[in-house]
């Protein structure tokens, strides 16, 4: 039970709970020398999984993955789970203990198959490398569905002053968000894709707690992308579009500098933000040049608030407003005790990152307070 539910967590996910087309609403299950394979796919994604399994015939036939998924989830920790087509040919019978289950079943030949074509692009990355480039742009991807190329993250391979960097990019328009790290063997000059969001959130929780010395290997076409990690391989179509020339929004001569510590500036923005309406969301900073910040949060509706941060600026007296849930978002992600932002003006997007790393950095347009 433990390896089956294990599996079937991983490709479970995949599969949309409405579905016009019956087969994807299935799990493919394939039983060959002493492994089970389990395949599931939404048409953009597939993911698939081998476990260890006591193979009696060969075989291979789909069941609805989230009722299998369910099913063994129910089923008593530390028990055998046995599966087996019945005479019949239309049902999948599902045995353990005392409980038995009978699914219905569709034709193996009938599953979709994305995993065809070549992948010219092949390279080997740190697992924790390649999840902290995903993880620390991932909360920037736009929702919008209209700017489609927006909705993923951008993968490419700059060199920048000699150094050919993996650059991981994201934005929907108000923050944009950049990581990077060196460029792995293999990788070098790669297409530049865009991993879709659905993707992202995968392969997110597919190298959740992967160590420090575990890999994953991608593999890159100019329209897929394969993951492969331990005993489990995630294809996923590529979003077919232009992402925007980022850079340009990368403010170059933002010359007012704030060093503030992270977690008190995080925890200050979370209380005033308490006020802060649903739709409004604008917290107030007000810079002095004596070194105070001081935060402020008015909702019409439900009143105000105020709080008064130590921090270092030695610049003219500014005032600039910003998206609280942004700010947080971004605060979320840095990793250093020290937050740096760089202003121009009121008006003018913010640069952020962490003292002493260029390796993250994030763009923020203000708000109107």
Do not use: C
Not at 318 to 336: C, E, H, P, V, W
Request: aromatic residues 6%.
């Amino acid at each position: 039970r433990s390896n089956l539910l294990k599996s079937l967590n991983h490709v479970h996910r995949v599969v949309e709970r409405r579905n016009t087309i019956p087969i994807l609403s299935n799990v493919l299950l394939r039983a060959s020398g002493d492994t089970l394979t389990l395949k599931a796919t939404d048409l953009d994604l597939e993911v698939l999984e081998t476990v260890p399994a006591e193979i009696g015939r060969a075989g291979g036939t789909t069941v609805p993955a989230h009722m299998l998924y369910d099913i063994v989830r129910k089923l008593p920790d530390g028990s055998e789970v046995q599966l087996e087509t019945a005479p019949d040919g239309q049902t999948l019978l599902v045995r353990s203990g005392r409980s038995s289950f009978a699914l219905q079943m569709l034709p193996e030949t009938d599953f979709p198959d994305l995993t065809t074509g070549e992948f010219p692009v092949r390279f080997q990355i740190a697992a924790p490398v390649f999840k902290s480039l995903i993880d620390r742009t991932q909360f920037a991807i736009s929702t919008e569905e209209t700017r489609y190329y927006l909705n993923g993250i951008y993968l490419h391979t700059p060199t920048i002053e000699g150094r050919t960097l993996l650059r991981a990019v994201a934005t929907d328009g108000h923050r944009l968000a950049r990581a990077q790290t060196a460029v792995p063997a293999g990788a070098d000059g790669m297409p530049g894709i865009i991993i879709p969001r659905k993707t992202v959130g995968e392969i997110q929780k597919l190298l959740d707690g992967a160590d420090a010395a575990s890999t994953a290997d991608i593999e890159i076409s100019d329209t897929k992308i394969r993951v492969t990690f331990g005993s489990v391989v995630l294809t996923s179509k590529l979003i077919d579009g232009t992402f925007p020339d980022y850079a340009r929004v990368i403010p170059q001569n933002n010359d007012k500098a704030l060093k503030v510590d992270r977690a008190t500036f995080s925890n200050a923005v979370d209380r005033v933000s308490t006020i802060a309406s649903e739709r409004g969301r604008a917290v107030k900073l007000s810079l002095a040049e004596d070194g105070r910040l001081s935060l402020t949060v008015n909702n019409p509706d439900s009143g105000s608030a105020t709080e008064e941060i130590d921090v270092d600026y030695q610049q003219a007296p500014l005032d600039i407003g910003f998206n609280s849930r942004y700010l947080l978002d971004i605060a979320g992600q840095l990793k250093t005790a020290t937050a740096l932002f760089r202003f121009a003006d009121p008006g003018s997007p913010t640069l952020i990152q962490d003292e002493g790393d260029d390796e993250a950095l994030y763009v923020l347009m203000p708000m109107r307070v």
